[in-house]
């Protein structure tokens, strides 16, 4: 098996190694590991942000409960009030509290705004580099279209969107340990998106699907989020099955094909190819166009920029 060289990790830590777990072992390999999983010393992800999604999916959180946790960040609150106005959400009257947003919108609504807010926050100075703000626009592109597939069918629709928010959390990740080197690969890198993550490991010793894994179980978030962050450049099913997973899998290729792609040189796949992915009753209510689409997500995005 392919053992990464930590080219990244050295720059970091002084030290080398490969990817462990909490428990020093090589998630990859099962051996133990010399850099332990603190030594990382990745920035904390907004607490707020992590207790909503954890609380959200408890079936009796009250709502009170999550306006409470959330008011105890003014900062954070301000801009989930702030995009919960968006023309993303399009509220019919417009909220004025956090008490207000959390009644109108609902808990799994709730959950996927407040991640989109962390991950923006996470991202911080990052967000200087063009190739941040393309990864960042990437990131939301998949949730967006998560999100109307899943209402074209059987899934939870805001369940959707969070994962899909979530699912390259691995990447945000690198780009706040080394923004500087991670914005360098993304620009300079060719290939299809899977490609990516071998380079990842030969400057970081991991990759973005590694790390997200391990940032979900730390978080204690459902197994269903950990499945999507850690798998979504697997190849897609072909016996029919369909679940989150599978979902953000095309959603993130969608989001690729109409030109939201995590890195330039990124190698897309055929859109029409990528509908006919899709279970029967999604690919009949979903977007036959891709120009349609980029200029729906491309809104979305922009009422998100613009607050």
């Not at 010399?34 to 707020?48: E, I, K, M």
Request: net charge neutral; charged share 20%.
């Amino acid at each position: 098996m392919h053992k990464p060289r930590p080219v990244g990790l050295k720059a970091i830590c002084g030290i080398g190694g490969g990817l462990v777990g909490a428990n020093g072992l090589d998630q990859r390999s099962g051996s133990a590991a010399t850099v332990p999983w603190a030594y990382l010393r990745l920035p904390p992800f907004p607490q707020v942000a992590v207790r909503v999604l954890q609380l959200a999916n408890n079936e009796n959180v009250q709502l009170h409960q999550l306006c409470d946790l959330i008011s105890t960040d003014p900062a954070f609150a301000s801009e989930v009030l702030t995009v919960s106005n968006s023309l993303l959400y399009a509220p019919r009257y417009p909220s004025t509290t956090i008490l207000q947003a959390v009644a109108v919108l609902g808990a799994n609504t709730l959950q996927g705004m407040c991640v989109t807010v962390g991950v923006r926050a996470y991202l911080g100075k990052a967000m200087s580099y063009r190739a941040m703000r393309n990864l960042w626009r990437h990131n939301l592109a998949c949730a967006i279209i998560a999100g109307r597939i899943a209402e074209s069918g059987s899934l939870d629709k805001e369940i959707a969107y969070t994962a899909g928010i979530l699912h390259d959390i691995g990447r945000m990740a690198l780009a706040v340990i080394q923004p500087k080197g991670y914005a360098a690969l993304l620009e300079k890198h060719r290939g299809a998106s899977v490609s990516m993550l071998e380079a990842e490991r030969e400057l970081f010793g991991w990759d973005h699907c590694e790390i997200g894994r391990q940032l979900i179980g730390d978080w204690k978030l459902p197994e269903n989020f950990e499945a999507v962050v850690a798998d979504h450049h697997l190849e897609r099913r072909t016996d029919g099955a369909w679940d989150l997973g599978e979902l953000v899998k095309v959603s993130c290729a969608m989001a690729s094909a109409i030109g939201f792609t995590a890195f330039s040189g990124c190698v897309t796949e055929n859109y029409i190819e990528l509908l006919d992915a899709l279970p029967a009753q999604e690919r009949t209510k979903f977007h036959p166009d891709a120009e349609a689409l980029r200029s729906d997500v491309a809104r979305s995005i922009h009422s998100i920029e613009s607050v």
